[in-house]
């Protein structure tokens, strides 16, 4: 399958969806103005991606600084889609500030929501 | 006597005086515009990295909603659409809170939804709103929908009173919806 990325603008994070190399990445600010269908083709891709054409190790990167509530549930939404789909080797980071208290409990709430995806929090 | 949606704009201010002043139209543009001259407000203001998330991530939810809801919402070019509204911050230096006021019209059939949002958040501890926010993302996603009601829910977790809501009828099927936020 054809990798996807995508450039970080004001609005809209820089995203690297490589399906050769397993690597999915959400890097910048997420609030565009149509945020459910800025994220519909990266959905098509995932679905694709997690059934059945993953890489042997797949690293999914989440490094978002401000997003909008739509963008908490594609992000609850692409986690979901991760959990019920196939994969091999797994590793989730969600990188957040350590001087910012919601970056944590961002992760709190999607670790304890997808416990099988073992998402690793990371300071930055 | 209804007031005139051309003059609805945006500004920001720090206790009584002006310091950032935009008038126009809400679209795409104005609302990134308007929180990275939040965010260097904030900067400048020293503030910590948490309130300074808060005060941007609602500066743009409060745009978009205003963008998303407004009677006086139509489309542009490429898929965009332009509104017209209010939207305010206030730094309250003495207290080191900041105020976000916003002002728009709507159609006056979403008063009882909004009201309805809001209410059900009332008394819940900040525990509570985060596994509220869970069920509704969960059930979002089950019945496909598109996150109805985290905004609400993503405010009154950041703000330090409840949600202020007030409704003013400008004139039929009309109302000027105006939300106050503490942070």
Redesign the interface.
């Known amino acids: 399958m054809k990798n996807m990325k995508l450039e970080q603008t004001d609005n809209s994070p820089n995203v690297i969806l490589d399906s050769l190399n397993g690597l999915i990445e959400f890097e910048g600010k997420s609030y565009p103005e149509n945020t459910f269908e800025f994220y519909e083709p990266i959905n098509s891709w995932l679905n694709e991606y997690f059934s059945g054409n993953c890489a042997n190790k797949t690293v999914v990167n989440f490094k978002l600084t401000y997003f909008n509530s739509s963008t908490t549930q594609i992000i609850f939404d692409i986690f979901d889609t991760i959990c019920e789909g196939e994969y091999e080797e797994l590793e989730v980071n969600w990188f957040y500030d350590s001087d910012n208290k919601n970056g944590y409990e961002d992760f709190e709430d999607y670790s304890d929501e997808f416990p099988d995806l073992n998402i690793n929090a990371v300071t930055y | 006597m209804a007031r005139n949606i051309e003059n609805l704009n945006i500004f920001v201010k720090v206790d009584d005086g002006d310091v950032y002043n935009f008038s126009g139209k809400i679209n795409?543009q104005s609302?990134?515009q308007s929180?990275?001259d939040v965010e260097e407000i904030l900067k400048f203001n020293n503030a910590?990295?948490?309130k300074?998330?808060?005060v941007?991530?609602l500066t743009?939810?409060m745009m978009?909603n205003m963008?998303n809801y407004s009677v006086d919402t139509r489309k542009i070019e490429n898929?965009?659409?332009e509104s017209t509204g209010t939207f305010r911050v206030t730094y309250i230096s003495s207290d080191r809170i900041y105020i976000l006021e916003s002002s728009n019209f709507i159609e006056s059939k979403d008063k009882e939804l909004i009201e309805e949002k809001v209410k059900i958040l009332e008394g819940l501890d900040d525990k509570e709103l985060?596994k509220f926010?869970?069920k509704k993302?969960?059930a979002?996603?089950d019945n496909h929908e598109?996150?109805a009601g985290?905004?609400f829910?993503?405010m009154a977790r950041k703000t330090l009173k409840p949600i202020d809501i007030v409704f003013e009828n400008i004139k039929n099927n009309v109302k000027e919806f105006k939300l106050k936020l503490v942070v």
Request: net charge positive; charged share 35%; aromatic share 4%.
């Open positions: 795409e609302i990134i929180a990275k910590n990295a948490t300074l998330q808060d941007y991530e743009v939810e978009q963008l898929n965009k659409r985060r926010a869970r993302m969960r979002s996603k598109k996150g985290l905004g829910i993503m």
